[in-house]
């Protein structure tokens, strides 16, 4: 069984440009959640897909944005970036959007802004 | 809103000590509460979680924690700590309304022999 699998694994962008990150969930899983996790601190949640539907979303900015697909892989799209857009982007799958269904992590994709 | 809160940035332990590591958290209702681990340049495993049973759950790797809702607090504890426990260590609450995880910021473990 393929776990949450992230790509690309790093990424050096500038100021201003735009960025996708992608993520494969686990197979089965009907939800993905995606975290920020800036360096020294705990990921923030960004937003949640359950069925392609976005379904819940932190406390972000629209350029921000995210797509789930009919196999429930997803993207995180990021336009303007900002220098503080620096951090790892995690990627989390669940079997569903129940409130016990563990979350499970990809691996992560290290965004760099200059 | 809820939050949680992670006493100590950094633990050092010695090998075959106890690892103790803390967790509390605010919520309006009942929580579910994880912990998770993160290892270097990797994502985050999850150890255990509390969804309303237990009292006391056992996770994985020796690991265990204790839901105290008197207390507000799910504190983390190994009886022994190994070398491969070194780590950052993540408590997370999910309200039973809520969808996402909340974290704390996270607790670095190093462990000398």
């Known amino acids: 069984e393929t776990g949450v699998t992230q790509s690309p694994t790093h990424l050096i962008k500038t100021r201003g440009q735009q960025v996708t990150l992608r993520c494969s969930s686990q197979?089965?899983?009907?939800?993905v959640s995606w975290y920020q996790q800036a360096l020294g601190q705990g990921p923030q949640f960004i937003f949640q897909?359950?069925?392609?539907?976005?379904?819940g979303r932190g406390n972000f900015p629209p350029r921000f944005s995210g797509l789930q697909f009919p196999n429930y892989s997803s993207e995180l799209n990021v336009n303007a970036l900002e220098l503080d857009d620096s951090a790892l982007y995690l990627c989390?799958?669940?079997?569903?959007?129940?409130?016990?269904?563990?979350?499970?992590f990809g691996p992560g994709t290290r965004l760099t802004v200059l | 809103a809820q939050s949680v809160t992670q006493l100590g940035s950094h633990v050092s332990v010695s090998e075959g000590a106890l690892v103790l590591l803390r967790c509390n958290y605010s919520?309006?209702?009942?929580?579910?509460l994880f912990w998770y681990v993160q290892y270097p340049n990797q994502g985050l495993q999850l150890l255990l979680k509390?969804?309303?049973?237990?009292?006391l759950v056992k996770g994985i790797n020796g690991f265990e924690a204790e839901f105290k809702k008197s207390e507000t607090s799910f504190h983390l504890t190994k009886p022994s700590a190994h070398m491969s426990d070194a780590a950052e260590y993540f408590c997370?609450?999910?309200?039973?309304?809520?969808?996402?995880?909340?974290f704390g910021g996270g607790t670095r473990v190093l462990v000398k022999p």
């Open positions: 997370a609450v999910r309200e039973a309304a809520g969808n996402k995880l909340t």
């Open positions: 509390y969804t309303s049973a237990a009292t």
């Open positions: 197979s089965g899983h009907n939800t």
């Open positions: 897909y359950y069925r392609e539907e976005e379904n």
């Open positions: 989390a799958s669940s079997l569903d959007r129940g409130l016990t269904d563990t979350q499970y």
């Open positions: 919520s309006s209702v009942p929580p579910y």
